[in-house]
Structure formats: C-alpha cells, structure tokens
C-alpha cells in the first residue's frame, strides 16, 4: 500500500514537472514569437518612411503628412507645419511637395496661418505643391488645400464644409433649480457677452452671427480665389457648410481628380520616391501604430 502511494506521487510529481517544462516552453516561444514580431514592425516602419530602397540618387518629392484637428499645441498647427513646410520648399532636389492630410477640420486662424503660408511659400521658391486628402478634408482642412496647386481625393473622402461653426451650453435653468446665484462685476457692457450662465439676448445673437459671417467670408474668398477656373457657375450650394464625397466633390470642381498618395506622386512627380518631412518620431510610431493595429486585425477579425 505504502508503494503504490509513492508510485502515485512520484506520477504526479513527473506530471508537474511535464506542465511547467510545457509552461516554460510556450512562454519562451510566445516571448521569440512577439520579439520577432516587433523586429519585423520595425523594418517595415523604417522601411515606409524611407524614399525608396535606392535612396535619393533617383527624382523624388518631398511629402508632409497632417493629420487630426488644426489648433494650436497639435501636430497640424501654423507652430508645427510651418517650419516643416518650409524645409520641404528649401529642399533643391525635390521635384515639389505633397500634403498627405486627414483633417476634419479646426480653428480658423490656424487654418488661414497656414493657408498663407503655402502661397508665400510657393512665391518665393516656384514649386508645384499637391494635396492628396484622406479619409477627411473638410473645414479648415479644405482652407489649407485651397492654397495647393491641385486637390486630390479618394471617392470616399469627406471633403468640403466649407462654413463656420460655433458651439456651447446655457445653464440658465440648471442655476435658478439649484438656487445659485452668479456675481460677476464687469467694465464694459458687452464684456460679459456669451456666458453662459446668462440668457441669450437679441443683441448678443446678431454680434455671433456678424463675427461668424466676416469669418466665412474669409473661407469662402479663399475658396474662390485658390479654385478659379474649377468651380461652377452658381457657387451657392458650395458654401453653406454642407460637405460631399470625394467623387461629388470632382463633379462641382471642389478637387481636381481621384487618387492615392502613389498614383498622385507619379501622375504629378514622375516618380513613386518621397522624402518625408516633418517629426521622424511621430512618423515611425504612427507607422509602427498602424501595422500593430493591422496585424491584429488580422488576427482576430479574419473570419469575423
């Protein structure tokens, strides 16, 4: 009896062992696994963000991408893309330069900041510049296309919008419920104009709606003087905020054309190299961001 207890320990003392070399195993391969993984993002990113696999001994043009809102402290700022802007036109050997932009959109000030910018820009150095847009180009995004020589769009991309918009809340209710009142000493009458914790008046509706106005006025001339010879006739339609898709907006010359970043380097550059400006950082963790996020698409959404 004492035997066969020892033998039943001694089995279950080899069974442990057989799991945690098993464990042990399969935690080294997930670990060569994942390690490979990342060395393979890494070369695929650094390889994107390369102008080519021969190098720069080819033609090639300068790329700039932008993306996400137009304020100040982001990426797509007059701070940020301005600088970048104008190494791209520095640079002799680049053929011209193209904005790769995903934007919906943001201030106006940034926007026109950047807008004249790119004209000053193509003044001084006499390059072609091209917008490429992506999944949007709409607002001020579309204000900083204007200013290129020629828009290019994909059939889905949101492009347009070209209005103003301002957003906010009136608590005026919620503070007479919850039985607070609101002491605010003011010099000046209309210094406390738009707060919100006070009710509308006439005279503060007609002075949002005449800054609002002089604003689109702004988009709307940019408008028209970056795309004439390309929009129709009656512009109305065009620019009471509403937006399209890019193939819509090729019909009511909005854009001059379909196409992705390649297809436009070679139809406007002759070439399919690009030398890319801006933050190198951002750029290689955006890459390696989205090959991540495509490998595990794959993964786990292949049979979805």
């Known amino acids: 009896m004492q035997d066969s207890s020892q033998d039943?320990?001694?089995?279950l003392v080899q069974d442990l062992l057989k799991e945690k070399r098993r464990e042990r195993r399969w935690k080294n391969i997930r670990f060569i696994a994942w390690f490979l993984l990342i060395i393979y993002l890494i070369i695929q990113a650094t390889h994107y963000t390369q102008p080519s696999s021969k190098g720069f001994s080819?033609?090639?043009?300068?790329?700039?991408?932008?993306?996400?809102?137009?304020?100040p402290g982001r990426g797509f700022s007059a701070e940020d893309t301005i600088p970048t802007l104008q190494s791209a036109f520095k640079d002799k050997d680049a053929k011209g330069i193209i904005l790769a932009i995903n934007s919906p959109g943001g201030t106006p000030v940034q926007a026109a900041i950047?807008?004249?910018?790119?004209?000053n820009l193509k003044k001084k150095y006499h390059k072609k510049i091209v917008v490429v847009g992506e999944d949007f180009l709409t607002s001020g995004a579309y204000f900083v296309a204007v200013a290129a020589d020629k828009i290019y769009v994909n059939p889905n991309?949101?492009?347009?919008?070209?209005?103003?918009?301002?957003?906010?809340?009136?608590f005026v209710d919620a503070m007479k419920k919850l039985g607070i009142e609101r002491r605010v000493y003011?010099?000046?009458?209309?210094?406390?104009?738009?707060?919100?914790?006070?009710?509308?008046?006439?005279?503060?509706?007609?002075k949002i709606?005449?800054?609002?106005?002089e604003v689109h006025q702004h988009f709307v001339q940019a408008v028209l003087e970056g795309r004439k010879g390309k929009l129709p006739h009656d512009t109305s339609h065009l620019f009471n905020g509403d937006f399209w898709s890019g193939?819509?907006?090729?019909?009511?010359g909005l854009v001059d054309g379909m196409g992705n970043l390649l297809d436009v380097l070679e139809k406007e550059f002759n070439t399919t190299n690009y030398k890319e400006f801006g933050d190198s950082t951002t750029s290689f963790f955006r890459l390696l961001g989205g090959k991540l996020s495509s490998t595990f698409d794959t993964l786990f959404y292949a049979y979805g």
């Not at 039943?8 to 089995?11: K, W």
């Not at 033609?59 to 304020?71: E, K």
């Not at 003011?186 to 007609?206: A, C, H, M, V, Y």
């Not at 193939?247 to 009511?252: D, G, I, Q, T, W």
């Open 58 to 71: 080819e033609t090639y043009a300068a790329l700039i991408r932008l993306d996400g809102m137009i304020a």
């Open 114 to 119: 950047i807008h004249d910018a790119i004209l």
């Open 157 to 170: 991309t949101l492009t347009g919008s070209i209005g103003v918009i301002m957003k906010g809340f009136g």
């Open 186 to 206: 003011i010099s000046g009458n209309d210094k406390d104009r738009l707060d919100p914790f006070l009710p509308q008046s006439e005279t503060d509706l007609q």
């Open 209 to 213: 709606q005449s800054v609002m106005s």
């Open 8 to 11: 039943t320990a001694q089995i």
């Open 247 to 252: 193939e819509s907006a090729l019909k009511l």
